[in-house]
């Protein structure tokens, strides 16, 4: 942040003891601690606040993009299922459709023997 050496740290001491007095030097350091490490505080949560929304916001970005994806996912395995439901079904249809038929036809009555012409003369 600021680039201040050893060298200047000890002007500007020497200028606080010049100016503030030895008695109320150590009383007005301390107090100088304690605005400086609150506002190092005050920093370091802005900052973590910070960190905390971006990392929300990449949370919620990832939570979109695997909505998405499922979505995509759901969508194609319907539609696969939809076409083997389609080509299993067509075969199944014309094969009960056949048996149907089969099936009519064999409980049609045929004609009786009987009432045939030739059926009372023995066959030569």
């Known amino acids: 942040m600021f680039d201040i050496g050893f060298s200047e740290l000890m002007v500007i001491g020497v200028v606080a003891l ?3 007095g030895p ?9 100088l601690g304690h ?6 505080r005050y920093v370091n949560d802005v ?5 905390r929304e971006i990392q929300l916001d990449e949370l919620k970005k990832l939570q979109s993009q695997v909505t998405d994806s499922a979505r995509a996912l759901e969508d194609s395995v319907r539609k696969e299922y ?3 439901r389609t080509a299993v079904e067509a075969p199944a249809q014309a ?3 056949e048996l149907q038929e089969v099936a009519q036809q064999a409980a049609t009555p045929a004609v009786p023997a009987a009432s045939a012409p030739d059926a009372g003369k023995p066959a030569a």
């Not at 008695?23 to 107090?31: H, S, Y």
């Not at 605005?35 to 190092?40: D, M, T, Y």
């Not at 900052?47 to 960190?51: E, L, R, T």
């Open 95 to 97: 094969a009960v459709a």
């Open 35 to 40: 605005l400086l490490g609150r506002a190092q």
């Open 47 to 51: 900052k973590s606040d910070i960190n």
């Open 23 to 31: 008695e109320k030097l150590p009383k007005v350091a301390r107090t």
């Open 18 to 20: 010049l100016v503030i």
């Open 82 to 84: 939809e076409s083997a």
